[in-house]
């Protein structure tokens, strides 16, 4: 089982649309949850990070986290042209392991 | 923009020749993380620099080696290039833990991309 598993996409919606991604991961004793839009050729940029279960809004965008399900998404509201990018879902293990644990990614297309 | 830093932005080597890439991390954080990213992946965790010693290393060969310096920048070494190390490098910035708190959040530079031939 890899440690975070992402749909690969790639995932369509219309402009105006929820867009919805999921992430799922392995290690049950995660404590740091990222979501990262990354553009064609571009580095990753951080959108949100959320650290307890529930939700956590931020401007169009909302994360929800179970850790008893070891699942984490993302919800984009009003999706737009410029939303269309590759998100990476990203974990950090137990303190003292310092590393993000990514996924390989959701290609996004929000068709105008 | 993070603040995060990279040098070169695009290299091109041949097999078996040694590189070295750069990062300037932001102001004000003390840990720089190194990641590979293959075309179609999602970045794989090469090593960590915390105040200037690894704290942490992935599923690397020796031949990627690092170092921090006293100003927090950092470089990555990889000898002995192979055609499978070409890939987009990405640099990541973040404050560690200062009393044993967790490392924040991780901004990245803007990669080096390296293309072995």
């Known amino acids: 089982q890899k440690e975070v598993e992402q749909n690969s996409g790639p995932l369509s919606v219309p402009e105006g649309a929820i867009a919805s991604l999921n992430c799922t991961y392995s290690?049950?004793?995660?404590?740091?949850f990222f979501w990262y839009r990354q553009y064609s050729g571009k580095s990753p940029e951080l959108i949100m990070f959320i650290y307890s279960n529930g939700d956590k809004e931020d401007g169009r965008f909302t994360a929800q986290l179970n850790k008893a399900s070891q699942y984490v998404s993302l919800l984009i509201r009003d999706s737009q042209p410029s939303d269309s990018a590759t998100y990476l879902c990203?974990?950090?293990?137990?303190?003292?392991?310092?590393?993000?644990?990514f996924g390989k990614g959701t290609k996004l297309t929000v068709n105008p | 923009e993070t603040g995060v830093t990279q040098s070169p932005t695009h290299l091109i080597k041949t097999r078996g020749q040694q590189v070295t890439l750069r990062c300037s991390s932001q102001s004000g954080h003390n840990t720089v993380s190194w990641y590979q990213q293959a075309l179609g992946q999602g970045p794989q965790f090469i090593f960590q620099?915390?105040?200037?010693?690894?704290?942490g290393r992935g599923n690397f060969p020796p031949r990627f080696s690092g170092l921090q310096f006293p100003n927090y920048s950092s470089e990555l070494n990889v000898n002995a290039l192979e055609l499978d190390d070409s890939a987009l490098y990405l640099c990541?910035?973040?404050?560690?833990?200062?009393?044993?708190?967790?490392?924040?959040?991780?901004?990245f530079g803007p990669g080096t991309r390296l293309t072995v031939l």
């Open positions: 620099y915390y105040r200037e010693e690894e704290n």
């Open positions: 990541a910035s973040s404050f560690g833990r200062a009393s044993g708190g967790n490392t924040d959040t991780q901004y």
């Open positions: 290690d049950r004793g995660s404590q740091s």
């Open positions: 990203a974990v950090k293990g137990r303190t003292g392991s310092e590393k993000l644990v």
